[in-house]
C-alpha cells in the first residue's frame, strides 16, 4: 500500500550506459516531483509535472529526460550517465490545497 | 535565490531531553515552511508545515515555530526519545509549491 513507490531501489551501472527510475502514486494527486539527493545530503529540486505537464526545470542537463506517461507516473530517463550523475534520486507527490509532499522512499544510483 | 540553512549539523543528546533544532533563510516572501524527517535508506516524512500567516504548529512533542521578519525557524522536541534520531529537514515553499531544503540536522538520541 505504499503510496509513492520508485522502482528500482538501488541501481549500479557504468558510465555511458542510459537508465531509467520509475515513479508512480497511488494518491490521486496531479503534481509530481523528482529531487536530487548528493553525497552532502544536499537535497535539490530536479523537476515539477502538473497533470503531465512540465511546470519545472531547474536548470538539469538535457541528458535528464522526465516522462509522464499519466498523472500518476513520472519516470526519469538519464541519457550517457557520467560519475557526478551519483546520488540519491526522491520521488514525491503533492497534495494540492494543504501543500504537503509525499515522498518515495528514494532510488540511490552509482556510476561507475 | 532563497538559501536556506540549518543549525547545527548534527546534534548528540541523551534520551529526555529537550533539544531545539534551528533554520533560517534569506527570502522572506514563502507561502509556507515545512519541517521533514529523514531516516536512513528511506524517504521524507512531512512532521509539521508552518503556512506564512502562521506563527508556530504543533503535533505531539514537537513543536515549530516561524517568524518571516528575522528568517528563522525552530524545531522543539520535548522529551526526546531514542525514535527520534534521524535527520531533520527544514524546507521553504517559495512558490508553485517547490520546496528549498537547507542540508539538515542529524539527530541522534542515546538510551
Known amino acids: 500500500d505504499t503510496a509513492v513507490s520508485q522502482t528500482p531501489k538501488y541501481l549500479v551501472t557504468q558510465m555511458g550506459n542510459d537508465k531509467s527510475i520509475k515513479c508512480e502514486q497511488n494518491?490521486?494527486?496531479?503534481?509530481m516531483y523528482w529531487y536530487k539527493q548528493d553525497s552532502k545530503k544536499f537535497l535539490k529540486i530536479m523537476f515539477s509535472?502538473?497533470?503531465?505537464?512540465?511546470?519545472i526545470n531547474e536548470t538539469v542537463p538535457n541528458r535528464f529526460s522526465p516522462k509522464s506517461p499519466d498523472k500518476a507516473h513520472l519516470n526519469l530517463h538519464i541519457n550517457s550517465l557520467e560519475l557526478g550523475d551519483s546520488a540519491v534520486y526522491f520521488c514525491?507527490?503533492?497534495?494540492?490545497?494543504?501543500?504537503?509532499?509525499?515522498f518515495g522512499a528514494g532510488t540511490r544510483l552509482s556510476v561507475l | 535565490k532563497q538559501e536556506v540553512t540549518q543549525i547545527p549539523a548534527a546534534l548528540s543528546v541523551p534520551e529526555g531531553e529537550n533539544l531545539v533544532l534551528n533554520c533560517s533563510f534569506t527570502?522572506?516572501?514563502?507561502?509556507?515552511l515545512q519541517w521533514f524527517r529523514q531516516d536512513p535508506g528511506k524517504g521524507l516524512t512531512s512532521l509539521l508545515l508552518?503556512?506564512?500567516?502562521?506563527r508556530e504548529q504543533t503535533s505531539g512533542r514537537l513543536n515549530a515555530s516561524l517568524d518571516k521578519s528575522s528568517g528563522r525557524s525552530t524545531l522543539y522536541i520535548a522529551a526526546s526519545q531514542p525514535g527520534d534520531s534521524a535527520t531533520y529537514l527544514c524546507?521553504?515553499?517559495?512558490?508553485?509549491?517547490?520546496?528549498?531544503f537547507g542540508k539538515g540536522t542529524m539527530l541522534l538520541v542515546s538510551p
Open positions: 514525491a507527490s503533492l497534495l494540492a490545497g494543504v501543500n504537503i509532499q509525499y
Open positions: 494518491l490521486g494527486h496531479d503534481t
Open positions: 509535472y502538473n497533470n503531465k505537464e512540465l511546470i
Open positions: 527570502d522572506s516572501a514563502i507561502y509556507n
Open positions: 508552518i503556512q506564512s500567516s502562521q
Open positions: 524546507a521553504l515553499d517559495s512558490g508553485y509549491s517547490t520546496l528549498t
